[in-house]
C-alpha cells in the first residue's frame, strides 16, 4: 500500500524529531554544585535564523497540451519538530519566497 507506508514513515520521522529536540534529554547528576532542572532544562544558546531566498532551474511537473510545462512550486522546513511551509508560486521553475523563520 504506497500511501500508507508514507503515512508511516512520516509518523516515525515526526516522533523522532520530537525526542531528539531540546530539551529532550535525559540527564545524570555528577555533582551536587549544578541542579537538576538546569541540566533538564537548559537556556538556549541562540537562535537558528533560516532565509530561504529562491530556487532554480526545478523540474517542470504541470505539463501542458503543447509540451511546455512550469510548476507551482513551495518549500517545506524541518527543523526538529517545527515545520515551516513557504507559499507557493504559479507557473515559475525559478521561485523567489525571501522567507525568514526562527528555531
Given at each position: 500500500?504506497?500511501?500508507?507506508?508514507?503515512?508511516?514513515?512520516?509518523?516515525?520521522?515526526?516522533?523522532?524529531?520530537?525526542?531528539?529536540?531540546?530539551?529532550?534529554?535525559?540527564?545524570i547528576k555528577l555533582s551536587d554544585e549544578i541542579?537538576?532542572?538546569?541540566?533538564?532544562?537548559?537556556?538556549?544558546?541562540?537562535?537558528?535564523?533560516?532565509?530561504?531566498?529562491?530556487?532554480?532551474?526545478?523540474?517542470?511537473?504541470?505539463?501542458?497540451?503543447?509540451?511546455?510545462?512550469?510548476?507551482?512550486?513551495?518549500?517545506?522546513?524541518?527543523?526538529?519538530?517545527?515545520?515551516?511551509?513557504?507559499?507557493?508560486?504559479?507557473?515559475?521553475?525559478?521561485?523567489?519566497?525571501?522567507?525568514?523563520?526562527?528555531?
Open positions: 500500500m504506497p500511501g500508507f507506508s508514507d503515512i508511516l514513515r512520516r509518523c516515525i520521522v515526526e516522533q523522532v524529531a520530537k525526542m531528539m529536540v531540546l530539551p529532550n534529554k535525559l540527564p541542579p537538576t532542572v538546569d541540566l533538564r532544562m537548559p537556556e538556549p544558546e541562540g537562535v537558528l535564523r533560516i532565509h530561504l531566498v529562491q530556487a532554480q532551474n526545478l523540474m517542470r511537473k504541470d505539463v501542458s497540451m503543447l509540451g511546455k510545462g512550469k510548476s507551482d512550486p513551495y518549500a517545506i522546513i524541518t527543523v526538529g519538530a517545527q515545520q515551516w511551509k513557504t507559499k507557493h508560486i504559479d507557473n515559475n521553475i525559478n521561485p523567489k519566497w525571501e522567507f525568514w523563520c526562527e528555531a
